[in-house]
């Protein structure tokens, strides 16, 4: 077990003593922290994140086949389909873990094409995991601290010489990571392993960190996964904040009710192709849909 | 068990093997002390196979040459300098602790670049094609090999002629032990730049990354850690302590700068990342430690030839018990 840092210790003992007020003040000052120099915004924009007839293909099986769709600024897409429709596959591509065969993928209007996986990072893509992947020997505030140290600008000699420059960028990275542990509710465990943590934690520990990295477009597979009603209207909740404070949301859930609740649009996706793509009330009302995915039986999700 | 073992060692050992207690009894203090100097040398050693190993999940077998770039590095440092072998030059103070920094500064930066090299020229090339892990342990033996002949070809098969910058003197007593200049100087620095490597890992931006490849290089990446800029750091490291290990050892064995001096050194060195737990910083210094003490007490007691056995007995012992080693697996654990 670790001990807490100081900045740790000095922010925990910060929030008990405070009065309402002061902790008004401070909320505030942490939801500048979570978004910084971003223009809050809840109106939805112009086109993010495009994928521009996507086709992949792993030897014989087609994944993803010729899938268009725009991410628009500011909005919660959904993302929904049939288990092996290609949802997750689609993540990747667009986190580069996955090329496409032949399409691309545009952020901003500019091609990922052959960029980097943490290059898309920095770029402004950012993704939780539907089997959690934290950094499980590192503390929940260390997991953050990663994420925030994607946006440092000293150099490996500038840290390796101390320059202050780098003590500053350290400094602010462990704040804002505070402050995202405050923002997604889990910062009374802050010094505690991830693997240590509770499981609805370790699920928000993953956005934390997802959202430290800066990112344009946040991508959660699945975080509701596991989840108990009382669970999923926070996480519901939570997601509203995100995207209030100016993220956009790419979201898949197979929860219909989280599903319906949040977006604003949905994309629904079968044996890799797109079949619908609309309002949340358009696709509970498209025949293909209703075929595809409404008329199975749930998999017990909801 | 071990005790009945013994007995019969000591019982028919008098035929070939020594079993002198009284004479560990009276050297204990200064095998200990000895012990702790060779220790923090393994131990620097092995922080290198440990960081690398961490990360890549590979043994960079080709680490023992790296080495012994370091302790040429250092060697030459002193040629250079004007120092000749023979007689310990007189010097004074201010001036010898600024040459051995020179030299030290030499064999750390020659070290770093040639575990740098060898990153580049004999391990990318594998990364990038996917190539299974063991077409990297081959590769790393047949560089091993390949520097070390390299090195023969140059200087040829003769230890380079000692230069002996300080001279061992005793500069206090423990319980009637002798305690040298040398051996103050190397565990003292050792321990500091082993507390350096550890705070490092531990506390700062790039030893993070460093933590999170070696935990999950995947989801690293995704979250924007460079790993390719992770992983030659990290042999970066390695080597600079490495090479520091390197100028501590020639002062300690000034005849020891020799084509294939890095052999055995090196071999110890990973036995002792693996006694700690290979992949944990704290279990590379806690093993070159424990190794360096215990070989020097078997030393002692089994007589000079068996110095090696005591080490790799103490290695298939302690993994018996303990597969993972002391501390166990995980450079994500560098703060414990």
Known sequence: MSDPTPVEKGLAAEVQGMSESE????????????????????????????LDDVTLRFGGLVALDSVSFGIRRGEILGMIGPNGAGKTTCFNVMTGVYRPSSGEVRLEGRRLGRLKRYQITRRGIARTFQNIRLFEEMTALENVVVGTDARHKTSVVGALARLPRHWQEERAGVERAMALLEFVGI??????????????????????RALATEPKLLCLDEPAAGFNPAEKDELMELIRRIRDDGYTVLLIEHDMRVVMGVTDRIVVLEFGKKIA??????????????????????DGAA | MTSHLALTLAQSGSQWIDFNVGLLAERFWANTV?????????????????????????????????????????????????????????????????????AGAVAMIAAGLIALLLERVAYRPLRRRNAPRLVFLITAIGASFAIQQGFYLWRGANPEPAIRLVRPEAVFDIA??????????????????????DRFVGQTRLGRGIRAVAQDPDTAALMGVNKERVIMLTFVIGGALAGAAALFYVMMIPQGVLYNG?????????????????????????????????????????????????????LIGILMVRPTGILGESLGRARV
Do not use: C, M
């Open chain 1, 187 to 208: 910062a009374d465990r802050a010094a505690d392993r991830a693997k240590n943590l509770p499981y609805g934690y370790q699920r928000r520990l993953e956005i934390a």
């Open chain 1, 23 to 50: 902790l008004a003040q401070h909320l505030e000052e942490v939801a500048e922290a979570v978004a910084p120099d971003r223009e809050i915004q809840v109106d939805v924009g112009d086109t993010l994140l495009e």
């Open chain 2, 34 to 102: 000895d012990g702790l100097a060779y220790g923090s040398i393994y131990a620097l050693v092995a922080l290198g196979y440990t960081l690398v190993y961490g990360v890549l999940r590979l043994i960079n077998f080709a680490h023992s040459e790296v080495f012994v770039v370091g302790a040429f590095g250092a060697y030459f440092t002193f040629v250079g300098l004007g120092y000749k072998p023979g007689p310990t030059l007189a010097s004074g103070l201010g001036p010898l602790i600024a040459n051995l920094v020179l």
């Open chain 1, 277 to 298: 793509e609309g309002t949340p009330a358009q696709v509970r009302d498209d025949p293909a849909v209703i075929a595809a995915y409404l008329g199975v039986p749930d």
């Open chain 2, 262 to 314: 890095g052999f055995l050194l090196g071999i110890k060195a990973f036995t002792a990342a693996v006694l700690g737990g290979i992949g944990n910083l704290r279990g590379a210094l806690l093993g070159g430690l424990l190794l360096g003490v215990v070989e020097n007490y078997g030393q002692t007691l089994f007589g000079g030839e068996w110095r090696d056995v005591v080490a790799f007995v103490l």
């Open chain 2, 176 to 197: 009637g032990t002798r305690i040298t200049n040398i051996q103050i100087v190397v565990f003292v620095a050792s321990v500091v730049l082993l507390i350096v490597a």
